[in-house]
């Protein structure tokens, strides 16, 4: 494999056969990101101002554990401090409210994030509302949230900005293109779809009630899956050309028995088709951890206020 040869922040692999499509590589633009970003990291360092991002979770949940060490071991390579605050499964929404706030005073603290899920009856929103919007280096607060109308690259949802990354280094221009994502979440689809807005693609969201979601995605430039359906995008249903990036994480079990990670598109069918493709795993995830370790360094730094020009490109080389 060789780094495809573009003039501007392009940072792609193209793999061997000429005919195969540019595959997006979520691992490297990560890396990539981590470089651009570790210059501020250590001047933050030396002013005295410490990046440190906790996690809250409430309770024991496998998957969340496992997703927060992720985390964590992206944090140890940035340089940035990290600490998970574990609550007793048992918490009230009062009781965890109050844990916020003591993150919140605390100077130390210069990111938080609130793991989900929560347990059952605590809804997220009012809690998230309760993070400090400058420490809110999730990008779940409103006011954060807000800046996806703005088309701002502030303190944003991290996954959301990841697929905007990934589509920046493909090198793609997105002004007129026709853009559909595929799910409508407040973490991923809606916000997805406001910065592809912000960016002037013509963009077509579709969810799990749209009737004929071939019809929408068969126009797509450029498509965003976010779902949670292994294998609900086929071959059939991509432009021939199109740049696909697939958020989807699905558990499945292969054909040799054995457990896997797969995205919402059924890759093999699908690669050949397009322009452009993130695999799973090694696409949009890695690139999120990379946007939430940049959020921390914004935050860390004072987080611009919502009139500043924002941040582009999202990594500078
Ligand atoms: P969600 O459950 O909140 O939303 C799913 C969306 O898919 C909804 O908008 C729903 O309307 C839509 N949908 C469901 N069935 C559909 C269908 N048959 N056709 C069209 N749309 C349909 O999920 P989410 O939090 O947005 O996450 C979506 C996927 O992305 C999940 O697999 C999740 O694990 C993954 N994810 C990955 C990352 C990452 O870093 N790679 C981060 C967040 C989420």
Aim: with cysteine; aromatic share 4%; charged share 20%.
């Amino acid at each position: 494999m060789c780094i495809r040869d573009r003039p501007s922040a392009c940072y792609v692999i193209r793999m061997e056969t000429p005919d195969q499509p540019l595959q997006l590589d979520g691992r490297a633009l990560a890396t990539r990101i981590r470089d651009d970003y570790a210059p501020r990291v250590a001047a933050l360092r030396e002013s005295g101002r410490r990046p440190r991002l906790v996690a809250l979770r409430v309770g024991e949940d496998a998957a969340t554990k496992a997703y927060l060490r992720g985390q964590q071991r992206g944090a140890e390579k940035w340089g940035i401090e990290y600490d998970i605050q574990t609550l007793p499964a048992s918490t009230n929404e009062r009781g965890i409210r109050k844990a916020i706030r003591a993150l919140n005073a605390d100077p130390e603290v210069t990111g938080i994030m609130l793991a989900l899920p929560l347990p059952a009856g605590i809804g997220a929103r009012a809690l998230q509302r309760e993070i400090d919007p400058h420490k809110d280096v999730e990008g779940v607060h409103p006011e954060n949230l807000g800046g996806c109308l703005y088309g701002r690259y502030g303190l944003l949802p991290c996954t959301a900005l990841a697929v905007m990354a990934l589509l920046e280094s493909s090198g793609i221009e997105l002004q007129g293109k026709q853009a559909v994502v595929v799910g409508h979440s407040e973490i991923v689809g809606k916000p997805v779809a406001l910065l592809l807005l912000a960016q002037d693609a013509t963009t077509t969201v579709c969810h799990k009630f749209t009737g004929n979601l071939a019809e929408h995605t068969r126009t797509a430039d450029v498509l965003v899956v976010a779902v949670g359906k292994a294998g609900l995008i086929t071959a059939d249903m991509v432009k021939p050309g199109a740049y696909v990036v697939d958020v989807g994480i699905n558990a499945v079990t292969g054909d040799d028995g054995k457990h896997k990670i797969v995205g919402d598109t059924d890759y093999d069918g699908v690669a050949p088709v397009c322009a452009a493709i993130t695999p799973v795993p090694g696409g949009v995830g890695p690139v999120t951890v990379a946007i939430l370790m940049r959020n921390t360094v914004l935050a860390t730094e004072g987080m611009p206020p919502l009139d500043d020009p924002g941040q582009l490109p999202l990594f500078t080389a």
